[in-house]
């Protein structure tokens, strides 16, 4: 007789995927209430650890119970309708086998975190205790004076409380084993709707309730009886209440009194949090070659599912874009516009809202939790046609759709480099658009070497565009000899006299210029001039960066930050030297030895509130300042019409860069810059300032050379097997111990070796070798890409790693797996 029962035989069970990084489904078993409920891409609440509750989502459903484990029911069935669709899903599980990571972790950054809901931890006294202070501990005291009186209070708080996680989970286990506390969980949905109040007419008065109380209002309560009569004239007697004070002018005090006598109902709506802009349906004409261009996409689409249109800069390819969304959204497709910066969507809303602001939506980081969560929502069920954002928009689920645009496709913020998925939305957004038999073009005035050799060997189409548009005229660039001026004295401060005599020209014929160092702060280094001893962050291996207008030192990896250092804590010296120069000194620099220039500041730290770049824009556009000194955002993809001079202050930083993209990177960012200028009929330039001006990729800038610069690189890149030649795999082992993490780097690279031989190169210690207090050491895989199959030394490398972890029986070292490493 069989020892299952009809309960076990009957049972159903769902693998789900937690937002964790965690490369496994969890399995959980549905009550019965919930068999017919479960479909793929719903959310489900599940329990998981100790007293913890997460949102999943639904991946398979089986009949199969785990092995290893007792399986756990699910909570509750969260959707009506699946909120992730199988396309979606099997998009989710591509990024996670090509980028190496857990299906988790592309859940964790594809979902707003509105959607995630998950539990949080709260403490609350027990009913009726007694406690003798003098038994306790203070900090025990603390807590329980911090309960008192309250219904609950979160953990987090707690640990707030006493700033030490070690000492507060000590403290509140011996508070719960003494029975003074209780501890539970409280779930909560995060995304909330947004609401406005509307006022009405009460419907249940009758005729002569109305008259007499209007006769008594005119006669004893003038400001109510003029609140009633702006409701009784709006359309169906109903309105929403702010938009009631305002047209009227009434005070919020006597809407309250006409509530309070039952004349008037307040009640909540939902509403959207974004108003639909007005489109102007602008008619352009295309220039001959921009005509041209645009046949040879449609042309090219024909055949290929990617095109390159390599533009020069100020050559007009936005309205070729505009032109191909036009005829997608007509068609009854959507689009999807990538850009790589935040910065770069405020000047081009405007531009594509002349066209498209009635259908046109735009999603990015700065967005709120719930801004997110609507934007997904609406996307869901088919109302966004058209959405402009940074690479995270990708994952936002457009329906139906038919074009993907990639402007400024070489940026390398492309590229997600903090944490898993590491992906590249260029290369993401190619297999996305495979997925629903969409398009995709890329465009660039300096392709990235990969997207070109792509377009060359005949895997992508190519376009070109190298006639500038309208009034635009070629930017004269110059250079500004470092090395000359320093030995002729004519250096003032950090700027050559190339650079210092066309501002001078510039302020006196009212222009504009763009300033770039790629390096926010004050200074990279504050330095003993005596020692030499270099003030270091507590948690990573980086010197600290001094900060003047706040006066102290921030690490840009962990953010840590301390008061400015005037003494050398190794020799005692009070020499303590400025090294190096950030976008905050050439601010202060600049005013100083011109006055007379209004100077901004475009940088990450001048830009971290939400409209931060919106008013920076407006204001140089507006001509409220002369000169912008900023990072790469500012010289991105920006349009300023009196923009007659860009810089950049030292090129030679970004020449010797240690990265075998570092030339074309220079390339690339110095082209952009000189695209900034001379983009509206006066003649423009810029002076680069270097101490090596005959540089040969230098004079390649100078001539706007790409296919030489280009050709250089495809020779040196197939000698060295380097992208496109090769795939690129950086694993980067972490661990908090120093001499673990060199066993522990030397042995996987040797397990490595002994499979894949010399492909695998490494150990070796970065130049930032320890980053919030974990030491960190690389090792770099060259993949050939036509003789090795990637999944399956993608998979050997993982199951070496749990071998490695398993047999050496290693806590605490982790994996982070790079592909296609920037």
């Known amino acids: ?21 965690v490369r496994k489904l969890f399995t959980y078993r549905l009550p019965a209430e919930y068999f017919e409920l479960a479909v793929q891409g719903k959310r489900v609440f599940v329990p998981f650890g100790n007293r913890k ?3 999943g989502i639904i991946v398979n459903i089986t009949t199969e119970a785990p092995k290893s484990y007792e399986a756990l029911y699910i909570i509750s069935v969260l959707d009506d309708n699946p909120l992730v669709t199988h396309k979606q899903l099997q998009f989710w599980q591509w990024i996670a086998d090509y980028y190496m990571c857990g299906l988790g972790d592309v859940m964790a950054a594809a979902l707003p975190a509105g959607l995630k809901l998950a539990s949080e931890t709260y403490i609350a006294l027990q009913d009726d205790i007694s406690y003798e202070e003098s038994e306790l501990d203070e900090r025990e005291v603390m807590i329980l004076k911090v309960l008192e009186g309250k219904e609950k209070v979160r953990i987090s708080e707690i640990e707030s409380l006493l700033k030490s996680r070690t000492s507060y989970v000590k403290i509140v286990k011996s508070l719960y084993e003494r029975n003074l506390i209780v501890m539970f969980e409280d779930i909560s949905e995060k995304y909330k709707a947004k609401k406005v109040s509307r006022i009405k007419l009460n ?8 008259e007499s109380q209007v006769n008594a209002l005119e006669k004893k309560a003038k400001s109510q009886f003029q609140a009633f009569m702006a409701i009784v004239a709006e359309p169906g ?8 004070l305002r047209k009227y002018k009434l005070q919020p005090a006597a809407i309250k009194a006409l509530i309070e006598k039952g004349l008037l109902l307040q009640y909540e709506v939902e509403t959207e949090r974004f108003s639909k802009r007005n489109s102007e349906n602008k008619i352009f004409n295309l220039t001959p070659e921009q005509d041209t261009a645009l046949k040879a996409v449609r042309e090219a689409f024909l055949t290929k599912q990617t095109v390159l249109l390599f533009g020069a800069t100020a050559s007009g390819k936005t309205f070729l874009y505009i032109d191909l969304i036009r005829e997608q959204l007509e068609a009854g497709k959507s689009v999807l516009y990538l850009v790589p910066e935040i910065a770069l969507t405020e000047q081009l809303l405007r531009r594509l809202e002349l066209y498209f602001g009635d259908v046109m939506m735009v999603s990015h980081s700065r967005f709120s939790m719930n801004e997110k969560v609507e934007i997904w929502n609406k996307a869901s069920k088919g109302e966004v046609r058209f959405l402009v954002g940074p690479r995270s928009t990708l994952f936002m689920p457009l329906q139906n759709l038919g074009l993907i645009i990639i402007d400024e496709e070489h940026e390398s913020t ?7 998925p590491r992906y590249h939305a260029r290369d993401t957004a190619i297999v996305l658009a495979g997925n629903y038999g969409a398009k995709v073009l890329l465009g660039s005035a300096t392709p990235s070497v990969e997207s070109y050799y792509n377009a060359e060997t005949g895997k992508y189409g190519l376009v070109e565009l190298r006639e500038m548009y309208g009034q635009a005229k070629k930017t004269v660039v110059i250079f500004g000899d470092i090395a000359e001026d320093t030995r002729t004295k004519k250096m003032q401060g950090i700027f050559t006299e190339a650079l210092m005599s066309r501002l001078r020209q510039l302020h006196e014929e009212k222009a504009q210029a763009i300033l770039f160092q790629n390096r926010k702060g004050y200074v990279p280094v504050l330095e003993c001039s005596v020692c030499g001893w270099v003030s270091k962050c507590i948690n990573c291996d980086i010197a600290m960066t001094y900060y003047k207008y706040s006066n102290n030192l921030r690490c840009h990896y962990c953010g840590f930050h301390q008061a400015n250092i005037t003494k050398c804590q190794a020799c005692g010296s009070h020499a303590m030297a400025i090294q190096g120069y950030g976008t905050e000194r050439i601010t202060e620099e600049l005013q100083l030895l011109m006055p007379e220039l209004r100077v901004i500041r475009f940088d990450q730290d001048s830009t971290r509130q939400k409209n931060a770049f919106r008013k920076l824009i407006s204001d140089f556009e507006s001509m409220k300042a002369d000169v912008m000194v900023g990072t790469q955002i500012a010289v991105k993809g920006l349009d300023f019409e009196n923009v007659q001079l860009t810089s950049v202050i030292n090129a030679d930083h970004l020449l010797n860069f240690p990265d075998f993209r570092s030339y074309e990177r220079t390339f690339q960012l110095l082209v952009q810059l000189a695209g900034r200028a001379g983009r509206h009929g006066q003649p423009g330039t810029m002076v680069i300032q270097t101490r090596q001006p005959e540089h040969p990729l230098l004079k390649a800038v100078q001539d706007f050379d790409y296919m030489g610069m280009y050709r250089q690189q495809v020779l040196e890149r197939e000698q060295f097997s380097y992208s496109p030649f090769s795939k690129m795999i950086r694993l980067t082992l972490k661990h908090k111990s120093p001499e673990e993490i060199n066993v522990s780097a030397s042995r996987f690279s040797t397990l490595l070796k002994n499979q894949l031989g010399a492909r695998v190169l490494g150990p070796e210690t970065p130049y930032v070798s320890k980053i919030r207090n974990l030491h960190l050491r690389n090792i770099l895989v060259k993949l050939d890409i036509a003789g090795d199959n990637p999944k399956a030394v993608k998979a050997f490398i993982l199951k070496t790693f749990d071998f490695l972890v398993q047999a050496d029986n290693i806590k605490g070292l982790q994996l982070l797996a790079d592909v296609d490493c920037y």
């Open 1 to 21: 007789m069989s020892g299952n029962t009809s309960d076990e035989i009957n049972a159903l069970y769902v693998e789900v995927v937690l937002p964790l990084p």
């Open 53 to 55: 509750v997460y949102t």
């Open 203 to 210: 419907p249940a008065l009758g005729e002569p309730e109305i």
């Open 237 to 244: 007697q109903d309105a929403i209440k702010s938009e009631l």
């Open 414 to 420: 492309f590229k997600q480099q903090e944490k898993a």
